[in-house]
Protein backbone atom coordinates (compact mmCIF):
# COMPACT_ATOMS: atom_id res chain seq x y z
CA UNK A 1 0.00 0.00 0.00
CA UNK A 2 1.01 3.50 -1.35
CA UNK A 3 2.40 6.24 1.73
CA UNK A 4 0.49 9.22 0.77
CA UNK A 5 1.88 12.88 1.12
CA UNK A 6 -0.94 15.11 1.20
CA UNK A 7 -1.65 18.47 2.46
CA UNK A 8 -3.96 19.95 4.34
CA UNK A 9 -6.21 19.84 1.48
CA UNK A 10 -7.24 16.00 2.27
CA UNK A 11 -9.80 16.96 3.77
CA UNK A 12 -11.66 18.33 1.04
CA UNK A 13 -11.01 14.99 -0.96
CA UNK A 14 -12.15 12.85 2.01
CA UNK A 15 -15.56 15.03 1.80
CA UNK A 16 -15.17 14.37 -1.89
CA UNK A 17 -14.90 10.87 -1.96
CA UNK A 18 -17.20 9.87 1.01
CA UNK A 19 -20.53 11.86 -0.42
CA UNK A 20 -24.03 11.56 1.60
CA UNK A 21 -21.87 9.99 4.78
CA UNK A 22 -22.06 12.95 7.23
CA UNK A 23 -18.71 12.93 8.08
CA UNK A 24 -18.64 13.74 12.02
CA UNK A 25 -15.04 12.73 12.92
CA UNK A 26 -11.48 12.52 10.65
CA UNK A 27 -8.87 10.14 12.01
CA UNK A 28 -5.31 11.03 10.78
CA UNK A 29 -2.34 8.85 12.16
CA UNK A 30 1.24 8.74 11.57
CA UNK A 31 2.37 5.43 9.95
CA UNK A 32 -1.28 4.01 9.41
CA UNK A 33 -4.76 4.65 7.41
CA UNK A 34 -7.57 7.10 7.70
CA UNK A 35 -10.54 6.31 10.02
CA UNK A 36 -13.74 8.03 9.31
CA UNK A 37 -16.81 8.69 11.69
CA UNK A 38 -19.63 8.55 9.11
CA UNK A 39 -23.56 8.05 9.36
CA UNK A 40 -22.78 3.93 8.61
CA UNK A 41 -20.27 3.55 11.69
CA UNK A 42 -16.25 3.86 11.55
CA UNK A 43 -15.10 3.65 8.04
CA UNK A 44 -11.60 3.45 6.76
CA UNK A 45 -10.62 5.62 3.81
CA UNK A 46 -8.18 2.77 2.16
CA UNK A 47 -7.59 4.83 -0.90
CA UNK A 48 -5.75 7.67 0.44
CA UNK A 49 -3.03 5.07 1.52
CA UNK A 50 -0.79 4.81 4.52
CA UNK A 51 0.11 8.58 6.09
CA UNK A 52 3.74 9.53 6.59
CA UNK A 53 5.46 11.76 9.22
CA UNK A 54 5.75 14.39 6.78
CA UNK A 55 1.98 13.81 5.86
CA UNK A 56 0.40 14.30 9.26
CA UNK A 57 2.97 16.94 10.12
CA UNK A 58 1.09 19.12 7.00
CA UNK A 59 -2.18 18.53 8.28
CA UNK A 60 -1.70 19.85 11.91
CA UNK A 61 0.17 23.31 10.15
CA UNK A 62 -2.42 23.51 7.72
CA UNK A 63 -5.01 23.34 9.85
CA UNK A 64 -3.40 24.99 12.88
CA UNK A 65 -2.85 28.13 10.78
CA UNK A 66 -6.31 28.10 9.69
CA UNK A 67 -7.04 30.03 12.98
CA UNK A 68 -8.05 33.58 13.25
CA UNK A 69 -5.11 35.09 13.82
CA UNK A 70 -5.30 37.54 17.10
CA UNK A 71 -2.52 40.49 17.24
CA UNK A 72 -1.58 41.29 21.10
CA UNK A 73 0.06 44.03 22.12
CA UNK A 74 3.44 43.25 21.43
CA UNK A 75 2.43 42.33 17.34
CA UNK A 76 2.97 38.53 17.63
CA UNK A 77 0.08 36.48 16.42
CA UNK A 78 -0.81 33.26 17.98
CA UNK A 79 -1.78 30.95 14.58
CA UNK A 80 2.00 29.86 12.87
CA UNK A 81 3.56 26.88 12.54
CA UNK A 82 6.57 27.34 14.64
CA UNK A 83 3.78 28.24 17.65
CA UNK A 84 2.02 24.97 17.18
CA UNK A 85 5.44 22.91 17.67
CA UNK A 86 6.26 24.87 20.50
CA UNK A 87 2.76 24.34 21.96
CA UNK A 88 3.17 20.40 20.94
CA UNK A 89 6.59 19.99 22.56
CA UNK A 90 5.47 21.87 25.88
CA UNK A 91 1.73 20.28 26.04
CA UNK A 92 2.25 17.52 23.97
CA UNK A 93 -1.19 17.49 22.87
CA UNK A 94 -3.38 21.15 22.21
CA UNK A 95 -6.60 21.91 20.97
CA UNK A 96 -8.31 24.37 18.49
CA UNK A 97 -10.67 25.34 16.35
CA UNK A 98 -10.60 26.56 12.65
CA UNK A 99 -12.64 26.95 9.49
CA UNK A 100 -12.76 25.96 6.32
CA UNK A 101 -14.59 26.46 3.40
CA UNK A 102 -13.53 23.93 0.88
CA UNK A 103 -15.71 21.08 1.72
CA UNK A 104 -18.64 21.08 -0.14
CA UNK A 105 -19.95 23.47 2.70
CA UNK A 106 -18.17 26.18 5.09
CA UNK A 107 -17.43 23.80 8.22
CA UNK A 108 -15.53 24.46 11.22
CA UNK A 109 -13.18 22.00 12.99
CA UNK A 110 -12.47 21.21 16.24
CA UNK A 111 -9.18 19.87 15.91
CA UNK A 112 -6.97 18.16 18.51
CA UNK A 113 -3.14 17.32 17.38
CA UNK A 114 -1.74 14.97 20.04
CA UNK A 115 1.49 12.53 20.22
CA UNK A 116 1.09 8.41 20.73
CA UNK A 117 3.28 5.66 20.49
CA UNK A 118 3.65 5.92 16.64
CA UNK A 119 3.97 9.53 16.69
CA UNK A 120 2.24 12.59 15.99
CA UNK A 121 -2.05 12.34 15.30
CA UNK A 122 -4.80 14.70 14.53
CA UNK A 123 -8.22 14.33 15.08
CA UNK A 124 -10.57 16.63 13.36
CA UNK A 125 -14.52 16.96 15.02
CA UNK A 126 -16.70 18.51 11.89
CA UNK A 127 -19.21 21.06 12.87
CA UNK A 128 -21.42 22.89 10.36
CA UNK A 129 -20.23 26.63 10.00
CA UNK A 130 -24.34 27.48 10.31
CA UNK A 131 -25.88 26.95 13.93
CA UNK A 132 -28.75 24.37 12.84
CA UNK A 133 -32.16 24.86 14.79
CA UNK A 134 -33.83 22.82 17.63
CA UNK A 135 -36.60 21.63 15.10
CA UNK A 136 -33.89 19.90 13.04
CA UNK A 137 -32.05 18.03 15.79
CA UNK A 138 -34.65 15.42 16.20
CA UNK A 139 -34.92 16.30 19.33
CA UNK A 140 -38.66 16.18 20.70
CA UNK A 141 -40.85 19.29 19.64
CA UNK A 142 -42.15 19.53 23.88
CA UNK A 143 -38.69 19.02 24.98
CA UNK A 144 -37.64 22.23 22.54
CA UNK A 145 -40.63 24.01 23.73
CA UNK A 146 -39.69 23.50 27.05
CA UNK A 147 -36.47 24.47 26.82
CA UNK A 148 -37.44 28.04 25.09
CA UNK A 149 -39.51 28.34 27.50
CA UNK A 150 -36.89 27.80 30.37
CA UNK A 151 -34.37 29.92 28.59
CA UNK A 152 -36.38 32.84 29.35
CA UNK A 153 -35.59 32.10 33.35
CA UNK A 154 -33.68 35.10 34.66
CA UNK A 155 -31.38 32.94 36.43
CA UNK A 156 -30.87 28.73 36.78
CA UNK A 157 -28.40 26.42 35.31
CA UNK A 158 -29.28 23.96 32.32
CA UNK A 159 -27.05 21.16 31.40
CA UNK A 160 -26.59 19.18 28.07
CA UNK A 161 -25.21 15.73 28.91
CA UNK A 162 -23.69 12.69 26.98
CA UNK A 163 -20.65 11.20 25.77
CA UNK A 164 -18.33 12.46 23.34
CA UNK A 165 -19.82 12.85 20.18
CA UNK A 166 -23.43 12.90 21.01
CA UNK A 167 -23.94 16.06 19.69
CA UNK A 168 -24.04 18.54 23.36
CA UNK A 169 -22.26 21.28 21.38
CA UNK A 170 -24.37 21.61 18.01
CA UNK A 171 -27.36 21.45 20.68
CA UNK A 172 -25.66 24.30 23.30
CA UNK A 173 -25.53 26.05 20.01
CA UNK A 174 -28.66 26.04 18.93
CA UNK A 175 -30.51 27.22 22.27
CA UNK A 176 -27.96 29.80 22.28
CA UNK A 177 -28.64 31.00 18.76
CA UNK A 178 -32.56 31.44 19.40
CA UNK A 179 -31.81 33.55 22.49
CA UNK A 180 -28.97 35.73 20.41
CA UNK A 181 -31.91 36.55 17.68
CA UNK A 182 -35.51 36.64 20.12
CA UNK A 183 -34.04 38.34 23.08
CA UNK A 184 -31.83 41.39 24.73
CA UNK A 185 -29.46 39.43 26.28
CA UNK A 186 -25.39 39.23 27.47
CA UNK A 187 -24.29 36.08 26.51
CA UNK A 188 -20.53 35.27 27.87
CA UNK A 189 -19.29 31.81 26.33
CA UNK A 190 -16.14 30.57 28.17
CA UNK A 191 -14.86 27.10 25.68
CA UNK A 192 -12.13 25.18 25.47
CA UNK A 193 -12.00 25.55 22.38
CA UNK A 194 -14.22 28.01 20.72
CA UNK A 195 -16.62 25.52 18.42
CA UNK A 196 -18.78 27.58 17.01
CA UNK A 197 -19.37 31.43 16.65
CA UNK A 198 -22.37 33.79 17.14
CA UNK A 199 -22.83 36.57 14.28
CA UNK A 200 -23.88 40.34 15.35
CA UNK A 201 -26.21 40.19 13.09
CA UNK A 202 -29.50 37.73 11.49
CA UNK A 203 -31.63 38.13 9.15
CA UNK A 204 -34.48 40.81 9.57
CA UNK A 205 -37.95 39.02 9.82
CA UNK A 206 -40.01 41.52 8.42
CA UNK A 207 -37.28 41.98 5.64
CA UNK A 208 -36.15 38.26 4.32
CA UNK A 209 -32.83 38.54 2.26
CA UNK A 210 -31.82 41.98 4.68
CA UNK A 211 -30.02 41.91 7.79
CA UNK A 212 -30.40 43.13 11.23
CA UNK A 213 -28.35 43.93 14.35
CA UNK A 214 -29.36 41.03 16.47
CA UNK A 215 -30.60 41.83 20.02
CA UNK A 216 -28.38 40.05 21.62
CA UNK A 217 -24.48 40.84 22.81
CA UNK A 218 -22.22 37.58 22.59
CA UNK A 219 -18.93 37.29 24.19
CA UNK A 220 -16.95 34.50 23.44
CA UNK A 221 -13.50 33.49 25.15
CA UNK A 222 -11.46 30.42 24.20
CA UNK A 223 -9.21 29.05 26.90
CA UNK A 224 -5.83 29.31 26.24
CA UNK A 225 -5.87 32.62 24.38
CA UNK A 226 -8.76 34.68 26.11
CA UNK A 227 -8.61 33.28 29.72
CA UNK A 228 -6.02 31.12 31.23
CA UNK A 229 -8.60 28.58 32.54
CA UNK A 230 -12.25 27.61 33.52
CA UNK A 231 -12.15 28.96 36.83
CA UNK A 232 -10.48 32.20 35.99
CA UNK A 233 -12.86 32.76 33.06
CA UNK A 234 -15.80 32.35 35.42
CA UNK A 235 -14.73 34.17 38.03
CA UNK A 236 -13.95 37.00 35.55
CA UNK A 237 -17.12 36.42 33.72
CA UNK A 238 -19.58 38.39 36.38
CA UNK A 239 -17.78 41.66 35.96
CA UNK A 240 -18.91 41.46 32.23
CA UNK A 241 -22.62 41.57 33.39
CA UNK A 242 -23.54 38.77 32.16
CA UNK A 243 -27.33 37.71 31.91
CA UNK A 244 -26.24 33.98 30.42
CA UNK A 245 -23.20 32.04 30.65
CA UNK A 246 -21.85 28.92 28.92
CA UNK A 247 -19.06 26.94 30.12
CA UNK A 248 -18.13 24.60 27.75
CA UNK A 249 -17.54 21.74 30.49
CA UNK A 250 -17.84 20.53 33.90
CA UNK A 251 -14.26 19.06 34.83
CA UNK A 252 -13.80 19.29 38.78
CA UNK A 253 -15.20 20.88 41.87
CA UNK A 254 -14.64 24.47 41.38
CA UNK A 255 -15.85 24.40 38.13
CA UNK A 256 -19.11 23.01 39.37
CA UNK A 257 -19.23 25.17 42.50
CA UNK A 258 -18.95 28.32 40.87
CA UNK A 259 -21.41 27.33 38.31
CA UNK A 260 -23.74 26.64 40.63
CA UNK A 261 -23.06 30.17 42.57
CA UNK A 262 -23.54 32.06 39.60
CA UNK A 263 -27.04 30.44 39.14
CA UNK A 264 -27.78 31.56 42.72
CA UNK A 265 -26.86 35.33 41.99
CA UNK A 266 -29.41 35.84 39.38
CA UNK A 267 -27.49 34.35 35.82
CA UNK A 268 -28.69 31.74 33.57
CA UNK A 269 -25.58 28.92 33.45
CA UNK A 270 -25.83 26.68 30.72
CA UNK A 271 -23.01 23.71 30.20
CA UNK A 272 -22.00 19.90 30.03
CA UNK A 273 -20.81 16.59 31.44
CA UNK A 274 -19.91 13.63 29.99
CA UNK A 275 -22.86 11.64 31.97
CA UNK A 276 -26.02 9.73 30.34
CA UNK A 277 -29.20 10.00 32.04
CA UNK A 278 -30.53 12.09 34.57
CA UNK A 279 -29.76 10.17 37.44
CA UNK A 280 -26.37 9.14 36.16
CA UNK A 281 -25.95 13.36 35.80
CA UNK A 282 -26.79 14.23 39.75
CA UNK A 283 -24.08 11.04 40.49
CA UNK A 284 -21.36 12.85 38.57
CA UNK A 285 -22.33 15.96 39.79
CA UNK A 286 -22.15 14.82 44.01
CA UNK A 287 -18.74 12.48 42.92
CA UNK A 288 -16.70 16.25 43.06
CA UNK A 289 -17.81 16.65 46.72
CA UNK A 290 -17.13 15.40 50.05
CA UNK A 291 -19.86 13.04 51.25
CA UNK A 292 -20.79 15.78 54.45
CA UNK A 293 -21.49 18.63 51.90
CA UNK A 294 -23.74 16.09 49.20
CA UNK A 295 -27.08 16.95 51.18
CA UNK A 296 -26.28 20.86 50.91
CA UNK A 297 -25.76 20.60 47.14
CA UNK A 298 -28.33 18.54 46.55
CA UNK A 299 -30.73 21.19 48.48
CA UNK A 300 -28.68 24.30 46.27
CA UNK A 301 -29.71 21.89 42.83
CA UNK A 302 -33.09 21.70 43.64
CA UNK A 303 -33.06 25.00 43.86
CA UNK A 304 -31.40 26.38 40.64
CA UNK A 305 -31.02 23.18 38.06
CA UNK A 306 -33.63 24.16 35.52
CA UNK A 307 -33.16 21.06 33.22
CA UNK A 308 -31.26 17.90 32.36
CA UNK A 309 -30.93 17.14 28.64
CA UNK A 310 -29.29 13.65 28.22
CA UNK A 311 -28.13 12.84 24.84
CA UNK A 312 -26.24 10.28 22.68
CA UNK A 313 -26.25 9.66 19.06
CA UNK A 314 -27.03 5.99 17.88
CA UNK A 315 -26.64 4.29 14.68
CA UNK A 316 -30.05 3.53 12.74
CA UNK A 317 -31.39 2.21 9.61
CA UNK A 318 -31.20 4.98 8.14
CA UNK A 319 -28.36 6.94 9.57
CA UNK A 320 -27.43 8.49 13.12
CA UNK A 321 -30.49 8.51 15.71
CA UNK A 322 -30.29 10.76 18.25
CA UNK A 323 -31.70 9.44 21.65
CA UNK A 324 -32.71 12.03 24.89
CA UNK A 325 -33.30 11.69 28.19
CA UNK A 326 -34.92 15.15 29.38
CA UNK A 327 -35.89 16.27 33.11
CA UNK A 328 -37.18 19.37 33.80
CA UNK A 329 -37.01 20.78 37.92
CA UNK A 330 -40.41 22.84 37.31
CA UNK A 331 -42.35 20.78 40.14
CA UNK A 332 -42.02 20.85 43.78
CA UNK A 333 -41.89 17.11 43.41
CA UNK A 334 -39.00 17.13 41.36
CA UNK A 335 -36.89 19.59 43.76
CA UNK A 336 -38.40 17.23 46.45
CA UNK A 337 -36.97 14.30 44.95
CA UNK A 338 -33.57 15.88 43.86
CA UNK A 339 -33.12 16.69 48.00
CA UNK A 340 -33.97 13.58 49.08
CA UNK A 341 -31.68 11.51 46.67
CA UNK A 342 -29.07 9.46 48.49
CA UNK A 343 -28.05 7.44 45.26
CA UNK A 344 -30.42 4.93 45.73
CA UNK A 345 -33.62 6.44 46.43
CA UNK A 346 -36.37 6.36 43.38
CA UNK A 347 -37.83 9.40 43.99
CA UNK A 348 -35.56 10.97 41.35
CA UNK A 349 -35.90 8.33 38.97
CA UNK A 350 -39.22 8.39 39.38
CA UNK A 351 -39.73 12.51 38.52
CA UNK A 352 -38.92 11.32 34.81
CA UNK A 353 -42.30 9.59 34.52
CA UNK A 354 -44.13 13.42 35.02
CA UNK A 355 -45.43 15.19 32.69
CA UNK A 356 -43.57 16.98 29.78
CA UNK A 357 -39.99 14.87 31.40
CA UNK A 358 -38.45 11.94 28.89
CA UNK A 359 -36.80 8.47 29.89
CA UNK A 360 -33.67 7.21 27.83
CA UNK A 361 -35.18 4.19 27.64
CA UNK A 362 -39.09 5.49 26.61
CA UNK A 363 -37.00 6.91 23.92
CA UNK A 364 -35.12 4.29 22.95
CA UNK A 365 -38.31 2.38 23.03
CA UNK A 366 -40.14 4.87 20.67
CA UNK A 367 -37.55 4.31 18.20
CA UNK A 368 -37.45 0.39 18.21
CA UNK A 369 -41.44 0.44 17.83
CA UNK A 370 -41.06 2.70 14.75
CA UNK A 371 -38.83 0.58 13.06
CA UNK A 372 -35.76 3.02 13.01
CA UNK A 373 -33.36 0.85 15.08
CA UNK A 374 -32.25 -3.12 15.48
CA UNK A 375 -32.83 -5.08 18.50
CA UNK A 376 -29.25 -5.44 19.45
CA UNK A 377 -28.97 -1.53 18.80
CA UNK A 378 -32.01 -1.34 21.03
CA UNK A 379 -30.84 -3.76 23.85
CA UNK A 380 -26.97 -2.48 23.67
CA UNK A 381 -28.56 0.86 24.81
CA UNK A 382 -30.52 0.31 27.24
CA UNK A 383 -30.25 2.61 30.89
CA UNK A 384 -32.19 -0.02 32.69
Not at 4 to 31: C, H, K, M, N, W
Not at 224 to 235: A, D, E, P, V
Not at 303 to 325: A, D
Not at 331 to 354: F, H, I, K, N, W
Amino acid sequence: MSSATPSYDILGQLAAAFPGREISDVQVRTGGLIYLHTNRGLEIAEAFGIQDAAAVARLAEGLYTRQSVEIWSDGSGNGTAEQMWEKVRSRRVIDFSCEEGALGSPVRMRVQVHLSEHGMGVTCRWLRAKISQLETLGIDPLISDSLRELMQRRFGLGLITGPTGSGKSTTLAAILDWVRRNFQKHIVTIEDPIEYRYDTTMEDPNQPGKSMPAPSLVTQQEVGRHTISYQSGLKEVLRKTPNIILIGEIRDRETMETCIEAAQTGHFVLSTLHTRGAVKTIDRILEFFPKDQQPGILHRLSETLTFVLSQGLLTGFNGRLLVTEYLQNTSDAVAAGMRAYDGSATSLADSLRYKGNLRWDQCLMNHYRAGLVSEDVFNANLLG
